[in-house]
């Protein structure tokens, strides 16, 4: 029975420490009592309720692509190019047409280093074979009620491949037939 009351009295206290608990103003953290006791919620800031890497917001005509989380300040997140990873900067790009909102790739001449730059495209699929392209999102534009709709793709790390082109050269095998 000692077992009980020690632990009745130990939830009650903790039951009053956190009836004490007020969420500071831009915590974003909302606690609320209930019948059966208090609830602790993390208070919805984004509107669009995605969190991740390579958030779209439009802002004044323009996509813009930032990290959801906040963790990474002026980047976008992490995108892999060719299996190795690079840390993307916050891009933008205007909205003139509707489309897929397009995280693009291409590596320098050595290979090694990758630049990022945002393309609003018909299809998410390059037409130069030393560029790669990565959909992040759709936009769609209304010119007749000069609005913009914005549809977000989730995203952990976007693969980008740059594969160039294949040349057809003979094989051993060739050689031997």
Same mark, same amino acid.
């Given at each position: 029975?000692?077992?009980?009351?020690?632990?009745?009295?130990? *939830? @009650?206290?903790?039951? !009053?420490?956190?009836?004490?608990? @007020?969420?500071?103003?831009?915590?974003?953290?909302?606690?609320?009592? $209930?019948?059966?006791?208090? @609830?602790?919620?993390?208070?919805? !800031?984004?509107?669009?309720?995605? +969190?991740?890497?390579?958030?779209?917001?439009?802002?004044?005509?323009?996509?813009?692509?930032?990290?959801?989380?906040?963790?990474?300040?002026?980047?976008?997140? +992490?995108?892999?190019? !060719?299996?190795?990873?690079?840390?993307?900067?916050?891009?933008?790009?205007?909205?003139?047409?509707?489309?897929? *909102?397009?995280?693009?790739?291409?590596?320098?001449?050595?290979?090694?280093?990758? $630049?990022?730059?945002?393309?609003?495209?018909?299809?998410?699929?390059?037409?130069?074979?030393?560029?790669?392209?990565?959909?992040?999102?759709?936009?769609?534009?209304?010119?007749?009620?000069?609005?913009?709709?914005?549809?977000?793709?989730?995203? !952990?790390?976007?693969?980008?491949?740059?594969?160039?082109?294949?040349?057809?050269?003979?094989?051993?095998?060739?050689?031997?037939?």
């Amino acid at each position: 029975m000692d077992t009980y009351y020690t632990w009745s009295n130990a *939830v @009650r206290a903790l039951n !009053n420490k956190v009836e004490n608990i @007020r969420p500071l103003p831009g915590s974003g953290i909302s606690v609320e009592k $209930t019948a059966g006791g208090h @609830r602790i919620s993390l208070l919805n !800031n984004n509107s669009t309720g995605y +969190y991740g890497p390579f958030l779209l917001k439009i802002s004044n005509a323009t996509v813009v692509v930032s990290d959801g989380s906040g963790i990474l300040n002026n980047y976008a997140g +992490y995108a892999a190019v !060719n299996g190795s990873p690079y840390l993307v900067e916050t891009l933008s790009a205007d909205v003139t047409v509707s489309g897929f *909102v397009c995280l693009m790739a291409s590596l320098d001449d050595n290979g090694g280093n990758a $630049t990022f730059e945002m393309e609003i495209q018909d299809t998410p699929v390059s037409s130069d074979d030393e560029l790669a392209v990565y959909p992040l999102g759709y936009v769609k534009l209304d010119n007749d009620s000069n609005s913009i709709t914005l549809i977000q793709f989730t995203h !952990n790390l976007p693969q980008l491949w740059i594969l160039g082109n294949c040349t057809n050269s003979s094989s051993s095998e060739d050689d031997e037939s």
